[in-house]
Nanobody, 125 residues
Framework: QVQLVESGGGLVQAGGSLRLSCAASARTFSNYNMGWFRQAPGKEREFVATINWTGGSTYYADSVKGRFTISRDNAKNMVYLQMNSLKPEDTAVYYC??????????????????WGQGTQVTVSS
């Protein structure tokens, strides 16, 4: 079982930056691929970024590529999402997720077993 707790959300002006953090409780955290997803009001949850268990492989949604960076610190059981050049359309609840199947790197929310409670990000224009 893995517990995930996100933090770092808030209100920011367009063009600003935020850094989201996700703390994981798993003793074998380094075996998990990790992802960030987001859900805006009235919309389905969508993929944002994923990082593999070593930290050596990352994928991003086209909408955030070049602006967001996912990283992890396995020694601290932490995953981060650095968000720069934020836009009003980035407004959503952001969720951290964990997939114990280290051999794949999925962009699909249905393939992640563990989820945090989410943190709200609001970008004003």
């Amino acid at each position: 079982q893995v517990q995930l707790v996100e933090s770092g959300g808030g209100l920011v002006q367009a063009g600003g930056s935020l850094r989201l953090s996700c703390a994981a409780s798993a003793r074998t955290f380094s075996n998990y691929n990790m992802g960030w997803f987001r859900q805006a009001p009235g919309k389905e949850r969508e993929f944002v970024a994923t990082i593999n268990w070593t930290g050596g492989s990352t994928y991003y949604a086209d909408s955030v590529k070049g602006r967001f960076t996912i990283s992890r610190d396995n020694a601290k059981n932490m995953v981060y999402l650095q968000m720069n050049s934020l836009k009003p359309e980035d407004t959503a609840v952001y969720y951290c997720a964990a997939d114990p199947r280290w051999y794949r790197q999925s962009l699909m929310s249905s393939e992640y077993d563990y989820w945090g409670q989410g943190t709200q990000v609001t970008v004003s224009s």
